[in-house]
T-cell receptor, first 115, second 113 residues
């Protein structure tokens, strides 16, 4: 069965430090992969997505993620955290399996940025 | 383009009352979804629709019903609200292409007393 695992429900980093949010998936077929961000009291919005082609994907606000098939991972990174990056981040997988379409979200990682 | 809108933004119900949440999208999307979001549990899919006139159960459908009479609207109903249904509800839509993202509404915060 397909699943998405986000390691660490809460992550704290200092302003200016590297941000690394982890996402691993399990899928028997090649998935499409997404990262969403949710700011307080708002809906989710797309940060970036991997469909095909280049495995390093750049998104908005300086975030990027690398699809590593051998590790079944799609970790999200940003070189230097900003206070405005404090939010909850969700990894998601879209996969067609047995003729059924599934879109699966991870449980989310709340990022706190310390001054 | 308004994108995905949800009505109402906030609501307080008493146990046993009924209500309908409305989701509307102006992007001509085929797929629409209803999720609930609770602390520490991420997003859980309640029901979804792959086109006008279709609905299907998601992960947590009990206590909810849905209808998609028009392509642009997806209604979520609570027939007899329970305190366990206190949550933030999000609607989302997307095209029928697998590699396309979901577009989310701003959410409805529902409290059942």
């Amino acid at each position: 069965a397909q699943s998405v695992t986000q390691l660490g429900s809460h992550v704290s980093v200092s302003e200016g430090a590297l941000v690394l949010l982890r996402c691993n998936y399990s899928s028997s077929v090649p998935p499409y992969l997404f990262w969403y961000v949710q700011y307080p009291n708002q809906g989710l919005q797309l940060l970036l997505k991997y469909t095909t082609g280049a495995t390093l994907v750049k998104g908005i606000n300086g975030f990027e993620a690398e699809f590593k098939k051998s590790e079944t991972s799609f970790h999200l990174t940003k070189p230097s955290a900003h206070m405005s990056d404090a939010a909850e981040y969700f990894c998601a997988v879209s996969v067609l399996t047995s003729g059924t379409y599934k879109y699966i979200f991870g449980t989310g990682t709340r990022l706190k940025v310390l001054a | 383009n308004a994108g995905v809108t949800q009505t109402p933004k906030f609501r307080v119900l008493k146990t046993g009352q009924s209500m309908t949440l409305l989701c509307a999208q102006d992007m001509n999307h085929e797929y629409m979804y209803w999720y609930r979001q609770d602390p520490g549990m991420g997003l859980r899919l309640i029901h979804y629709s792959v086109g006008e006139g279709t609905t299907a159960k998601g992960e947590v459908p009990d206590g909810y019903n849905v209808s998609r009479l028009k392509k642009q609207n997806f209604l979520l109903g609570l027939e007899s609200a329970a305190p366990s249904q206190t949550s933030v509800y999000f609607c989302a839509s997307r095209t029928d292409l697998l590699d396309n993202e979901q577009f989310f509404g701003p959410g409805t915060r529902l409290t059942v007393l």
